[in-house]
């Protein structure tokens, strides 16, 4: 056991190295801002309504887990706190893994080798380098979810659907899923009738109480639903195409895309694929259907992290091959190689090297202005400066040229990159803001920092 230790333990912190070194690159965006600002706004006991991007927490996916996180945050406020329980969650998923392996009578090296399968599969890796999402929580939790219902531990069980449910609110059609799994193949109907009962009551309690009470229709489209635009601008619309024009929905499933995101996603487990042993990915079905279903391409690739709640299912069909001596490959060495040769094509690794050191030239003039900003005080700045600062109320990355001196008063902060602005912006829209700084408002904001094109504008008191 004192190996499976060392694996978990060195996985754990090369998962949180990778994210905090990505991170300290100035890599990290929107999404990372907005968890690390409405948690830590949780911890000081203040509504957690998002300056970065206008709404509640609740309001996002009715994500409630974010609550018990914002502990962490009462120790110290960091948002390393949320690599850390991020790497750990990733890595646990492992460990979890190598239970149910030998759970399913596989021999321990067989079982070491699943957990390498699943440690160096490519979305494990890629998703604790995509900012932060409560989902990779849910990963160990349905894994945790499955080994207690083979093993008829029922309060865990429910602990564990509980974690997964407050993690996403549409992870509870994941849960439905798997509750028709447990119930008409496992043999585990309770369990499987606690899944779907909890994952429906839950998906209709967020979706049409939670979810509308603390934000609205519009923001949710404009956050999430404009993935899928070709069904409609509301719910109402999307439901009438679901139902009365299903060609629309078959043109969009049917695409070259979709089919290479398919491949992408079984390569790396492929070789033990037998149809006798897919009854588990009836887990997979909403998660797929709603990344083939988008229109979006970033749900349709291992980048991010929009795939992960197939991994626990992905796992199952390996483990279930495996232990029937049905597996196309069946030695330790040559999963474990199968499992690499894909790590290597589709992990992102090869970011450190190139994407993630785009903003390397002006680092150190960044870090120092950012240094600069001693309170606790409202800022406006860049997309990628944003998650640095996010402890307080009013940070914002989103700049409109027409804002007057008023709209600009609300900060007393205004850091600006000009030479990496980031997505939200361009060189040229905050090299003109500077100079409107410069000229116009000198009488307002003074000039604090200027180095390698980066610049801070503090509040002037009179």
């Given at each position: 056991?004192?190996?499976?230790?060392?694996?978990?333990?060195?996985?754990?912190?090369?998962?949180?190295?990778?994210?905090?070194?990505?991170?300290?690159?100035?890599?990290?965006?929107?999404?990372?801002?907005?968890?690390?600002?409405?948690?830590?706004?949780?911890?000081?006991?203040?509504?957690?309504?998002?300056?970065?991007?206008?709404?509640?927490?609740?309001?996002?996916?009715?994500?409630?887990?974010?609550?018990?996180?914002?502990?962490?945050?009462?120790?110290?406020?960091?948002?390393?706190?949320?690599?850390?329980?991020?790497?750990?969650?990733?890595?646990?998923?492992?460990?979890?893994?190598?239970?149910?392996?030998?759970?399913?009578?596989?021999?321990?090296?067989?079982?070491?080798?699943?957990?390498?399968?699943?440690?160096?599969?490519?979305?494990?890796?890629?998703?604790?380098?995509?900012?932060?999402?409560?989902?990779?929580?849910?990963?160990?939790?349905?894994?945790?979810?499955?080994?207690?219902?083979?093993?008829?531990?029922?309060?865990?069980?429910?602990?564990?659907?509980?974690?997964?449910?407050?993690?996403?609110?549409?992870?509870?059609?994941?849960?439905?899923?798997?509750?028709?799994?447990?119930?008409?193949?496992?043999?585990?109907?309770?369990?499987?009738?606690?899944?779907?009962?909890?994952?429906?009551?839950?998906?209709?309690?967020?979706?049409?109480?939670?979810?509308?009470?603390?934000?609205?229709?519009?923001?949710?489209?404009?956050?999430?639903?404009?993935?899928?635009?070709?069904?409609?601008?509301?719910?109402?619309?999307?439901?009438?195409?679901?139902?009365?024009?299903?060609?629309?929905?078959?043109?969009?499933?049917?695409?070259?895309?979709?089919?290479?995101?398919?491949?992408?996603?079984?390569?790396?487990?492929?070789?033990?694929?037998?149809?006798?042993?897919?009854?588990?990915?009836?887990?997979?079905?909403?998660?797929?259907?709603?990344?083939?279903?988008?229109?979006?391409?970033?749900?349709?690739?291992?980048?991010?992290?929009?795939?992960?709640?197939?991994?626990?299912?992905?796992?199952?069909?390996?483990?279930?091959?495996?232990?029937?001596?049905?597996?196309?490959?069946?030695?330790?060495?040559?999963?474990?190689?199968?499992?690499?040769?894909?790590?290597?094509?589709?992990?992102?690794?090869?970011?450190?090297?190139?994407?993630?050191?785009?903003?390397?030239?002006?680092?150190?003039?960044?870090?120092?202005?950012?240094?600069?900003?001693?309170?606790?005080?409202?800022?406006?700045?860049?997309?990628?400066?944003?998650?640095?600062?996010?402890?307080?109320?009013?940070?914002?990355?989103?700049?409109?040229?027409?804002?007057d001196i008023a709209e600009l008063n609300k900060f007393y902060y205004v850091l600006l990159n000009i030479r990496h602005p980031g997505w939200a912006a361009t060189s040229e829209s905050l090299s003109n803001l500077v100079n409107i700084f410069k000229n116009q408002y000198q009488s307002n904001f003074h000039l604090k920092y200027q180095q390698d094109d980066v610049y801070l504008f503090e509040k002037t008191i009179s």
């Amino acid at each position: 056991m004192n190996h499976i230790k060392v694996i978990i333990g060195i996985s754990t912190l090369i998962l949180f190295i990778s994210s905090i070194l990505r991170h300290e690159l100035f890599n990290s965006s929107g999404d990372l801002a907005f968890f690390d600002q409405c948690i830590y706004l949780i911890s000081q006991g203040k509504p957690p309504v998002s300056s970065v991007l206008g709404f509640h927490v609740l309001a996002d996916h009715a994500a409630w887990i974010l609550y018990p996180l914002a502990l962490l945050y009462k120790i110290y406020p960091s948002v390393y706190w949320l690599f850390a329980v991020q790497s750990i969650a990733l890595a646990l998923g492992a460990l979890l893994t190598y239970f149910l392996a030998l759970q399913a009578g596989l021999k321990e090296k067989l079982a070491v080798a699943i957990m390498t399968v699943y440690l160096m599969y490519p979305v494990v890796y890629n998703s604790n380098l995509c900012d932060f999402h409560p989902d990779t929580i849910a990963v160990p939790a349905l894994l945790t979810a499955v080994l207690t219902a083979r093993s008829r531990k029922i309060a865990w069980f429910c602990v564990s659907i509980l974690v997964v449910l407050g993690c996403k609110a549409v992870l509870s059609l994941t849960v439905v899923a798997m509750g028709i799994w447990l119930l008409l193949f496992e043999k585990r109907r309770l369990y499987g009738a606690i899944a779907i009962i909890s994952g429906i009551i839950w998906f209709l309690i967020a979706n049409w109480m939670i979810i509308p009470y603390f934000g609205s229709e519009a923001a949710l489209l404009n956050r999430h639903l404009y993935r899928y635009s070709y069904l409609g601008n509301s719910f109402s619309e999307m439901l009438q195409i679901l139902l009365f024009q299903p060609k629309i929905i078959f043109n969009n499933l049917f695409s070259t895309i979709n089919l290479e995101y398919l491949c992408f996603l079984f390569l790396p487990v492929i070789w033990v694929f037998r149809p006798q042993y897919f009854m588990p990915l009836i887990g997979i079905i909403p998660c797929i259907a709603l990344n083939l279903l988008a229109d979006h391409p970033s749900q349709k690739n291992l980048v991010l992290h929009y795939s992960l709640p197939t991994i626990p299912f992905l796992i199952l069909v390996l483990i279930g091959s495996l232990a029937a001596g049905k597996a196309w490959l069946k030695q330790r060495k040559a999963i474990i190689l199968w499992s690499l040769v894909w790590f290597l094509v589709f992990g992102k690794y090869g970011f450190f090297s190139s994407k993630y050191l785009h903003n390397i030239d002006n680092w150190a003039a960044t870090k120092e202005a950012i240094a600069l900003v001693k309170t606790k005080d409202s800022v406006l700045t860049t997309d990628i400066i944003t998650p640095h600062l996010t402890h307080r109320q009013l940070i914002s990355f989103k700049y409109n040229p027409s804002q007057d001196i008023a709209e600009l008063n609300k900060f007393y902060y205004v850091l600006l990159n000009i030479r990496h602005p980031g997505w939200a912006a361009t060189s040229e829209s905050l090299s003109n803001l500077v100079n409107i700084f410069k000229n116009q408002y000198q009488s307002n904001f003074h000039l604090k920092y200027q180095q390698d094109d980066v610049y801070l504008f503090e509040k002037t008191i009179s």
